[in-house]
């Protein structure tokens, strides 16, 4: 059903859209974001896009993402996304957890989760996807946030929300955001400025280090240290500085920006959740394409909302009851997909666009 799905385009995308309707060819950039569990409710989104829309690409793709937007987009590279995909999508919600959690609990939680749907030989397959040059971030940590024990990073957590609250640009004191990417992304086609970004090539020797890196959440997952190819330091999760990633095109580029994503808006980081000023306008979303469920769609999941991470703790020692509902959404996500290449197939996108303000 169309209105499953909200189409949000910034001002050079909109006027594009309204008189061409969309195509693949038209995307040089694809960026995915943080949110652990919320991913659950755009995963067939994402599975129709990577097994389907994009199917006949020849040209290079550039795809970066954070966390969770990692990760799926480790799983859609390979030569058989829907597999991937899905057993990502079956691994992550067949967590659980018994008595008090601990970083190394969620850590070895987090190495299952990733055995299940990448091995060396799929990140061969990864490197030598025929258009599909994949990039993801992580930061490199200072001071208390470098600390491998949970007390000096819970402080360095709310340090850090002092400091972000003050002034996002603050960040660079104590966090450095590394890209680490396939040989094939074009690192100067994306426009990385606002904070200083080491860019890192991806390898078989680092990449499933630096994919775990990515989405290692401070005091509640083990950091990763001495990254093959990186500078020596505590790497953690990218959507500390990029939590949903918003990263324009750099002059020159004339294709577009999609963003598969569970929110009609964009956050700029983790510390910005709580503050609606932070949110990401402005010239970075012109040639942006912002595809995401309605309210509606959302209105209809179990509980009535997206799921996150704080399920483990709202249905604690209900296991079978999340299991379900998660299940559900993923379920659900499917319609997401089929309306998305519906609109873009019989152009019906080109009415259902709206500004991205």
Request: aromatic share 10%; net charge positive; hydrophobic share 40%.
């Amino acid at each position: 059903m169309t209105d499953d799905l909200v189409i949000f385009a910034g001002r050079t995308a909109y006027r594009h859209i309204r008189k061409n309707g969309l195509s693949p060819n038209d995307i040089d950039l694809v960026l995915g974001a943080s949110g652990a569990a919320k991913w659950l409710v755009i995963y067939g989104l994402d599975a129709a896009l990577f097994s389907r829309w994009f199917a006949h690409r020849k040209d290079p793709l550039p795809v970066l993402g954070t966390s969770i937007g990692a990760w799926k987009f480790a799983a859609a590279a390979q030569n058989d996304p829907v597999r991937a995909l899905s057993a990502l999508k079956h691994a992550y919600i067949h967590q659980y957890y018994q008595g008090r959690v601990t970083p190394a609990q969620v850590s070895r939680e987090s190495g299952r989760i990733m055995a299940s749907f990448l091995d060396p030989a799929r990140v061969n397959e990864i490197l030598d996807h025929p258009f599909l040059r994949i990039a993801f971030g992580a930061v490199r940590c200072r001071y208390l946030l470098a600390s491998g024990h949970r007390i000096p990073q819970i402080l360095g957590v709310a340090a850090g929300a002092m400091l972000n609250r003050m002034s996002r640009n603050l960040n660079r004191l104590y966090l450095e955001r590394v890209v680490f990417h396939h040989d094939g992304f074009d690192t100067g086609g994306v426009d990385f400025s606002g904070f200083p970004t080491r860019c890192v090539p991806l390898a078989p020797g680092n990449f499933q280090s630096a994919l775990t890196a990515s989405g290692a959440i401070p005091y509640v997952m083990e950091g990763v240290t001495d990254i093959a190819g990186a500078p020596s330091g505590m790497y953690r999760d990218g959507g500390i500085l990029d939590y949903h990633p918003a990263f324009a095109l750099t002059p020159g580029h004339k294709g577009f920006v999609l963003y598969p994503h569970f929110y009609p808006h964009l956050i700029a980081g983790w510390f910005d959740k709580k503050h609606p000023g932070r949110r990401v306008t402005g010239a970075v979303t012109d040639r942006m394409i912002l595809v995401a469920p309605s309210d509606r769609f959302i209105s209809q999941l179990p509980f009535g909302r997206i799921p996150d991470r704080k399920d483990f703790i709202r249905l604690k020692g209900q296991d079978a009851k999340r299991v379900d509902a998660w299940e559900t959404v993923a379920d659900l996500s499917r319609n997401l997909g089929e309306t998305f290449l519906d609109i873009t197939r019989t152009g019906r996108i080109q009415d259902l666009v709206r500004p991205l303000s």
